[in-house]
């Protein structure tokens, strides 16, 4: 069934949303992470989007790697796979997108004559299957935070420092604002992806700049902020809320991710059970819940391992975590979609072409822990001395150095595990590429379509569970 485009924007209206009919509506969906903006543990490479993505090209050349991967964006995300998040009754989705997508490092505040070609397809294709688009600009020119997930090369996050990396933030929401302006099927624009700004006095400045630019041009849609420091911190905002801005927290426990204990039980020295999680909750929406505006928990949900015993652990908290935002009327997109069976709702299975080829390259880099999200950060044989070594020496001879934004553990091994390790580790990806046929190259994006992956049951029905009876049923008979 073709849901008919809505006749007005999503808007809020105290501390609830209202959909294109005006009607309340409770957002749940997920994040299509991994798409628009690529990651390391979503779709098996190394390191950053951009150093892998030039360094698949040095193996190919830049015309067939811009073919294979134009045809893994095509496969990642369509047709089939709206209909399946509307059938599970899902209202929205949250789209991941790195500026490099928008405009050129060459050529700063051109913007890209194919700039929204993915982004137009899977708005119209959600939209027809009654599902609401979040544009979230997750990379920013500069960084705006120190890890992978903004594209970052380093561990430093340049956009706070440089006013010619804040302007080009400000050109490009100026074009997505003028491109989907009238555009109802977009629910709202995520101004920026966990921020992570250390003085505090950039962050706040940048958001209301780029947020007067959106207004000035599209006065209508919804706008998103992150709070500082990966979401978790709102106090850069005065105690008036801006007008149709919601305040987006992120909520990640910590027993949940590539570290975690038992839950409940103990990680990292702090025990973490139900009334934890319930008290971080409560710390991270404090601002929204003060202010009166609509709860929205952009990213949440635990990481998979493989090991039962574990795993159902995991599937607890997230049951808490989904039982909580019921209680508390939040709005929510899970992260994330679809990847390589580390989190995703949808995964790839082994038996695919992408598996086959590379499973043994993630094996590899899983026993260095090249990716922070899922590795317990010290890696396995051969490995864990090492970093265990550098580790002790770090603490030993700086016992209070205290990096932001995680402190020191964090910092050491995201330089030696998650740069120094996984950098090489994007030409041994990029060199499996050599010598493939263009069907070969093919086989391995489409083993990301719909089609040939596989639904993990088990968070399938935890988030049908977590949903709102009523928008289960609009989903099934068509009324959303």
Request: glycine fraction near 8%.
């Amino acid at each position: 069934m073709v849901h008919e485009r809505p006749p007005a924007f999503v808007r809020t209206e105290g501390s609830r949303f209202l959909d294109g009919w005006g009607r309340p509506i409770r957002f749940t969906g997920v994040c299509v992470g991994g798409w628009l903006n690529m990651e390391n543990f979503i779709t098996g490479y190394a390191a950053n989007e951009s150093l892998m993505r030039a360094r698949v090209a040095g193996v190919l050349g830049a015309d067939r790697a811009d073919r294979f991967f134009e045809r893994l964006l095509g496969a990642f995300y369509g047709e089939a796979d709206a209909e399946f998040l509307g059938s599970l009754g899902m209202t929205i989705i949250r789209i991941p997108v790195n500026y490099r997508h928008l405009e050129s490092d060459a050529d700063p505040f051109t913007i890209l004559p194919t700039a929204f070609e993915h982004l137009d397809r899977a708005i119209e294709v959600s939209g027809r299957h009654g599902i609401y688009s979040i544009i979230d600009l997750h990379a920013l020119p500069g960084s705006q935070n120190h890890h992978w997930h903004s594209d970052n090369a380093t561990h430093e996050p340049h956009l706070w420092q440089h006013p010619h990396f804040q302007d080009r933030v400000v050109s490009i929401w100026q074009a997505i604002a003028e491109h989907y302006k009238d555009n109802t099927w977009v629910a709202g624009y995520n101004l920026m992806n966990e921020p992570a700004d250390e003085t505090r006095a950039a962050v706040g400045p940048l958001y209301r700049r780029v947020f007067e630019a959106v207004r000035a041009i599209d006065p209508d849609h919804t706008v998103l902020l992150d709070g500082n420091t990966y979401s978790t911190e709102f106090d850069m905002f005065d105690d008036e809320p801006w007008p149709n801005v919601v305040y987006s927290l992120h909520d990640y426990v910590a027993a949940g991710l590539g570290r975690g204990g038992d839950y409940p039980g103990y990680t990292d020295g702090t025990y973490i059970d139900a009334a934890y999680a319930r008290e971080k909750f409560l710390q991270r929406s404090e601002y929204a819940r003060r202010t009166g505006t609509p709860i929205m928990v952009g990213e949440f949900a635990p990481i998979y391992t493989g090991d039962e015993r574990v795993d159902a652990m995991r599937r607890q908290l997230l049951a808490d975590q989904l039982e909580l935002y019921r209680e508390f009327d939040v709005s929510w997109t899970s992260w994330m979609y679809k990847d390589l069976g580390r989190q995703g709702l949808v995964t790839v299975p082994p038996e695919s072409a992408y598996r086959r080829r590379f499973d043994d390259f993630v094996a590899k880099k899983n026993r260095l822990a090249a990716d922070q999200w899922g590795s317990d950060r010290l890696g396995g044989e051969g490995v864990r001395p090492v970093s265990e070594a550098v580790q002790a020496l770090m603490e030993r001879e700086f016992p209070n150095w205290r990096p932001y934004p995680w402190g020191r553990f964090d910092t050491v091994a995201t330089v030696l595990n998650n740069l120094l390790f996984a950098q090489p580790l994007a030409d041994d990806y990029a060199e499996l590429f050599r010598g493939l046929s263009d069907d070969e190259l093919d086989a391995l994006a489409d083993s990301f379509a719909f089609e040939h992956c596989v639904v993990s049951e088990s968070l399938r029905d935890q988030l049908v569970a977590g949903q709102d009876a009523q928008a289960v049923t609009a989903a099934a008979t068509g009324q959303a």
